[in-house]
Structure formats: C-alpha cells, structure tokens
C-alpha cells in the first residue's frame, strides 16, 4: 500500500476502481462488479464467487485498465450467453 506524506500526516493513497469482466465459454461481458486496482487477484476472486460465478484465474489488463475473471459457469447465468 503506497502512503502519501503531507504535514506529517501519513495516509492510504487511493486506487482507482476498475471494472471487472468475467471470460465465460469464448464470451466476455462486463460484470456487476468493481475492484481496485490495487486488490489482489484472491479479493478479486472473492468478490466474483460472492455473485455467483466459480473462477478459475484472475488477472489485471493494463491496456483494459480491467480485471479479468475466467470463470467456468455461474449458478445462475444471466439470460443471453
């Protein structure tokens, strides 16, 4: 975690909220789901099981600015894939 120095008070730099896009059998769509991009790849990951979706590997696009999570279903998916 990176700290900003200013009048002798140390305090949390922010991170930027990144959209999170789930990769699901050749199809990639943008989730309801956000994360900084500072989070691990496990909190990621968490966030994404917690609506549902079982991934398998997380990783940030810095040319997306985006997390991507391959997943392999979800419990119940949305209509249209």
Same mark, same amino acid.
């Given at each position: 975690?990176? /700290?900003?120095?200013?009048?002798?008070?140390?305090?949390?730099?922010?991170?930027? /909220?990144?959209?999170?896009?789930?990769? /699901?059998?050749?199809?990639?769509?943008?989730?309801?789901?956000?994360?900084?991009?500072?989070?691990?790849?496990?909190?990621?990951?968490?966030?994404?099981?917690?609506?549902g979706?079982?991934?398998y590997?997380?990783?940030?696009?810095?040319?997306?600015?985006?997390?991507?999570?391959?997943?392999?279903?979800r419990?119940?998916?949305?209509?249209? /894939?």
């Amino acid at each position: 975690m990176m /700290l900003l120095k200013g009048c002798g008070v140390s305090m949390p730099a922010k991170s930027r /909220l990144r959209p999170v896009f789930i990769e /699901l059998g050749g199809h990639v769509i943008k989730a309801d789901i956000v994360a900084s991009e500072a989070d691990e790849p496990a909190r990621v990951s968490m966030k994404a099981r917690e609506r549902g979706w079982f991934p398998y590997r997380v990783r940030f696009d810095d040319a997306q600015a985006a997390w991507i999570v391959s997943s392999f279903d979800r419990v119940n998916p949305p209509r249209g /894939l």
